[in-house]
């Protein structure tokens, strides 16, 4: 357990070499559904992932401040217990803003910036997100799949593949084909973290700081990652590519690409992150 801001981090090393650290999504999630496809990055280099605070096996009080200003406090204790001066993110989804927040408070302190399927710059772009998530459960092949599962009777014979499927479903609209979704780790999150943690940033739009950081500071090399079909919104991750001249990777996929595409996710990464 990392000891921050008095508040106690799971966290989870592997591999060796130049240190990564992996923000997971949400917010309120926790970092085992990254699992096992992101330790595959692990060669060459050693990866910290840990439970950001009120979510996983990093829950707080009932509270506790969970917005986003304490997860950036966060980050930055953790980067200063390692002693290091500057700090390699590699953030997917939420994890991805938390990255632009983090590199927004204390640009000086980033070394590299890898962007995965990121949460969208702007509250605009997540309400267009918002919308296309929920046009997708709809979709009637979603909702047949949800009704024969409802009337197939697994709840009762076995309830540990009813529990499986009923996640794969509820997650079906963050994928290009939502049969794909079978090989995402389940997860949970923490309905009040989340809750809170948008709240904290209300009517957001990093880009014009962003534009203003970059002007005044080098940026840091950075790379973003984006699918197709992701129904969070492409054009939010162009704007922060352009802005950070970072590279920018488009995958023939939905919102998880070390699932869809795994073999591509890993070469894109591989070639960008530091390693021994």
């Known amino acids: ?31 085992d559904y990254l699992l096992p496809q992101y330790d595959r990055l692990a060669a060459g280099r050693e990866l910290l992932y840990y439970d950001q605070r009120g979510g996983g096996r990093s829950p707080v009080p009932h509270g506790t401040p969970v917005g986003w200003r304490e ?34 408070e204390h640009p000086e302190r980033v070394e590299r910036l890898a962007l995965i399927s990121p949460a969208s710059p702007t509250a605009a772009y997540r309400r267009a997100f918002e919308e296309e998530f929920a046009r997708r459960m709809a979709a009637p092949e979603v909702v047949a799949e949800r009704e024969a599962l409802r009337a ?14 009923a996640f794969e479903l509820s997650v079906a609209g963050y994928f290009r084909d939502f049969r794909d979704a ?36 080098p940026h840091p090399p950075s790379q973003v990652l984006h699918g197709t079909f992701d129904p969070i919104p492409i054009a ?13 990777v488009e995958l023939p996929v939905g919102h998880c690409p070390h699932v869809e595409a795994t073999e591509e996710f890993v070469r894109a990464l591989d070639g960008f992150l530091p390693r021994a």
Request: charged share 25%; aromatic share 8%; hydrophobic share 40%.
């Open 1 to 31: 357990m990392l000891q921050v801001n008095g508040v106690s981090l799971f966290e989870r090393r592997v591999g060796a070499g130049p240190l990564v650290v992996v923000l997971h999504g949400g917010p309120g999630a926790h970092h």
């Open 71 to 104: 997860h950036v406090a966060d980050l930055e204790a953790i980067r200063v217990q390692l002693e290091l001066q500057r700090v390699t993110l590699c953030g997917y989804s939420w994890g991805g803003l938390l990255a632009l927040l983090y590199y927004l």
């Open 152 to 165: 197939s009777g697994l709840r009762e014979r076995d309830p540990d593949a009813y529990r499986k499927r």
């Open 182 to 217: 079978r090989g995402l780790t389940p997860f949970r999150v923490t309905a009040r973290t989340q809750d809170l943690v948008w709240a904290s940033l209300g009517e957001f739009d990093l880009r014009p700081q962003l534009r203003e950081t970059a002007s005044r500071i």
């Open 236 to 248: 939010g991750s162009r704007e922060v590519a352009e802005i950070l001249g970072a590279g920018f």
